[in-house]
Every structure is written in structure tokens, then in C-alpha cells.
């Protein structure tokens, strides 16, 4: 099983980033993905989750109404796009599977939103 993330980067407070993670090694269709992420010296959280079809999504109330789940089961992609991104979002973001329990994770990937 493999997470690959990838998008993250420097993002100005206001702007704008689309995260994407890469899954393989399990039938991706068929599991809810979400996506999780750790602060410096703060535990993970979980932002996002989206169902196996794509239909309904759940969202922190903290990124609601800014962040969007996607999925795109052709390609075994989940996609997070975030909006109008604020400096203390800035973390590591994490893709997740609930395959086998949701054991496994992707490396992570740095989003710093800074002026």
C-alpha cells in the first residue's frame, strides 16, 4: 500500500493550494479517504474525510466552507483544495485510507503559509 502527497509548498495567508495523493496497492473505490494534519508541536487532526463513491464529505469546522475533498476513482487520486489558507494552518498534511484500518499513511507534505 502506498499515499504518495503531493502540492505543498509556500502559500501567501489568503492563498490558495490543491493537495493530491497518489493511492495504490489496495481498491481504492472501495475505502473513504481522508486527510489529517500536524501542526509543529501539536497532535494530527483530522480536516477532511470524503466516502468511497465521492458523494458526501465531512470537513473540520475550522476549514469548512474553504476547503473542498474530492476523488477521482479512475485515477486512485484524492485531492484537498484549500482556500483563503491562514499562517496557523501551517503543517504537515497527511492523506489517509480507512483500508485495514486506516494503518496506513502517506510520508506527508509541508504546507507553510507565510508572508
Known amino acids: 500500500v502506498q499515499l504518495v502527497e503531493s502540492g505543498g509548498g509556500l502559500v501567501q495567508p489568503g492563498g490558495s493550494l490543491r493537495l493530491s495523493c497518489a493511492a495504490s496497492g489496495f481498491p481504492f473505490s472501495r475505502y473513504g479517504m481522508s486527510w489529517h494534519r500536524q501542526a509543529p508541536g501539536k497532535g494530527r487532526e483530522l480536516v477532511a474525510g470524503?466516502?468511497?463513491?465521492?458523494?458526501?464529505?465531512n470537513y473540520a469546522d475550522s476549514v469548512k466552507c474553504r476547503f473542498t475533498i474530492s476523488r477521482d476513482n479512475a485515477k486512485n487520486t484524492v485531492y484537498l483544495q484549500m482556500n483563503n489558507l491562514k499562517p496557523d494552518e501551517t503543517a504537515v498534511y497527511y492523506c489517509?485510507?480507512?483500508?485495514?484500518?486506516?494503518?496506513?499513511w502517506g510520508q506527508g507534505i509541508q504546507v507553510t503559509v507565510s508572508s
Open positions: 470524503i466516502s468511497p463513491g465521492g458523494a458526501s464529505g
Open positions: 489517509n485510507s480507512n483500508f485495514n484500518a486506516g494503518r496506513y
